[in-house]
């Protein structure tokens, strides 16, 4: 059975700490190409969550200046997260659950990466190919 830590295991896991600023965040989501980032204390335990939403609503529309502006102040708390032990299925259960388009991965109480709702449709459509591919022998044989 396909797990979470199957779908994350081999890849950075993004994360800037809470002393950051909403500008450092920005740049580091720019620079990997990622909508949000999970924000982490100085224990490396999840505090938070700074998103494309977070920086548009919370700094952008407020006339904040972002390079001013610590990163705590305009996060969003994590509404859920996933254990590296669940399934793509649960994270998409729990993703429609609380209207959020990412998931903070941990294993148990460690911060372990994040989980988009890109990363569970490349999941759907290797499964949807490799079925697809079994179909295809099955009537060619």
Do not use: W
Request: with cysteine.
């Amino acid at each position: 059975m396909l797990t979470i830590r199957h779908v994350v295991c081999d890849r950075e896991a993004y994360f800037v700490p809470d002393t950051a600023t909403a500008l450092d965040a920005a740049d580091y989501m720019a620079g990997r190409q990622i909508g949000a980032v999970c924000v982490l204390d100085s224990g490396e335990k999840l505090c938070g969550i700074f998103s494309e939403r977070d920086l548009l609503n919370r700094v952008v529309a407020r006339r904040l200046d972002p390079a001013q502006v610590p990163i705590r102040e305009v996060m969003s708390e994590p509404r859920a997260v996933i254990e590296c032990g669940d399934t793509p299925h649960e994270a998409l259960e729990r993703m429609e659950r609380v209207g959020s388009r990412h998931l903070p991965v941990v294993d148990g109480d460690k911060f372990i990466g994040m989980l988009s709702m890109r990363d569970i449709m490349r999941v759907e459509i290797s499964e949807q190919g490799a079925e697809l591919q079994l179909l295809h022998e099955y009537i060619s044989h």
